[in-house]
């Protein structure tokens, strides 16, 4: 049973740059919530997708976008990348049925210079 | 608002020492309890869970016991191991079904 799978796994860009991550949840999930976990900080709810909507928000500027797509699956896109997006990104998968219960994938790690 | 408070670390224990990381949490209404740790490089585990008032969380010799009149969730083990080393995130989950976590603690286990 595959878990929770996120690509790449490592990313540098440059300032004002965009950037995707891809996350795939783990099988049986439906539901898609991203985090951002800065150095030696907690991870940061960014928001969750379920039925390929947007359904809570964290305190994140709109430059940070996502999408989810009919597999399930989903995207973070995060636009004019500033020194301080630089963190490690954390997708986690749940089933609607137990959405409390999220499960992570090993995460990417961004780094904008 | 809503957050999680952890013990500061980090804390640096000798093998077959006892472990407590204290967790205490400010919410509305009635949250479900997590413990979460992360080793090097990795994302987050699910360790253990409580979904409500004096529930017991526990796995791999890890417990934590929600209470709702301190607002407390703190994680303990009778005996740590080497392999125990990692960091260690407190969170809850409310109404808005999204995890809040404390800012972690750093636990280290010496041979």
């Known amino acids: 049973d595959a878990g929770v799978t996120q690509s790449p796994t490592h990313l540098i860009k440059t300032r004002g740059q965009q950037v995707t991550l891809r996350c795939s949840p783990k099988?049986?999930?439906?539901?898609v919530s991203w985090y951002q976990q800065a150095l030696g900080q907690g991870p940061q709810f960014i928001f969750q997708y379920y039925e390929e909507e947007e359904r809570q928000r964290g305190n994140f500027p709109d430059r940070f976008s996502g999408h989810q797509f009919p597999n399930y699956s989903s995207e973070l896109n995060v636009n004019a990348l500033l020194l301080g997006d630089s963190a490690l990104y954390l997708c986690?998968?749940?089933?609607?049925?137990?959405?409390?219960?999220?499960?992570f994938g090993p995460g990417t790690r961004l780094l904008v210079l | 608002g809503d957050s999680v408070t952890q013990m500061e670390g980090p804390v640096t224990l000798s093998e077959e020492a006892f472990l407590t990381i204290n967790c205490t949490y400010t919410a509305t209404g009635y949250p479900s309890l997590f413990w979460y740790v992360q080793y090097p490089g990795e994302g987050l585990q699910l360790l253990l869970k409580?979904?409500?008032?004096?529930d017991k969380g526990s796995n791999k010799g890890f417990e934590a016991t929600y209470r709702k009149e301190t607002t407390s969730f703190h994680l303990e083990k009778g005996s740590v191991q080497v392999s125990d080393s990692a960091v260690y995130f407190c969170?809850?989950?409310?109404?808005?079904?999204?995890?809040?976590f404390g800012s972690g603690t750093q636990l280290t286990v010496l041979p």
């Open positions: 409580a979904t409500k008032a004096d």
């Open positions: 099988s049986g999930h439906d539901t």
């Open positions: 969170g809850y989950s409310g109404s808005a079904r999204q995890l809040t």
């Open positions: 986690a998968s749940s089933f609607q049925g137990s959405r409390e219960t999220q499960y």
